[in-house]
Nanobody, 126 residues
Framework: EVQLVESGGGLVQAGGSLRLSCAAS??????????IAWFRQAPGKEREGVAC????????YYDDSVRGRFTISSDNAKTTAYLEMNSLKPEDTAVYFC?????????????????WGQGTQVTVSS
């Protein structure tokens, strides 16, 4: 059974930082075969893609709203992905989800991701 477990969320003041983790287990293929993405969903809004990475060549892509503030990375040995979030803003408040795509191609097309975690809450106070 594939499991993605997010952690690291919490309450932080604007301008602060958080580091989210996404631990993967039970994947059918090697961790480096997958692409991993972080999505977020704020109250009353649709889920949106934030950042993604290819575990094969570690190429990355970011949504404009977080580029320059967030950094996605992955550790193939630990089968874990990370999202380092700096200069946080109140509008970053959301539940953050990680997801994996066997295609290995990093993208932010939500419907193409195969497995999802349960999410972790990030709240940024002003």
């Amino acid at each position: 059974e594939v499991q993605l477990v997010e952690s690291g969320g919490g309450l932080v003041q604007a301008g602060g930082s958080l580091r989210l983790s996404c631990a993967a287990s039970g994947l059918t293929f090697g961790f480096d075969d997958y692409a991993i993405a972080w999505f977020r969903q704020a109250p009353g809004k649709e889920r949106e893609g934030v950042a993604c990475i290819s575990n094969n060549d570690h190429s990355t892509y970011y949504d404009d709203s977080v580029r320059g503030r967030f950094t996605i990375s992955s550790d193939n040995a630990k089968t874990t992905a990370y999202l380092e979030m700096n200069s946080l803003k109140p509008e970053d408040t959301a539940v953050y989800f990680c997801a994996v795509d066997y295609s290995g191609v990093p993208h932010l097309l939500e419907t193409l991701y195969d497995y999802w975690g349960q999410g972790t809450q990030v709240t940024v106070s002003s």
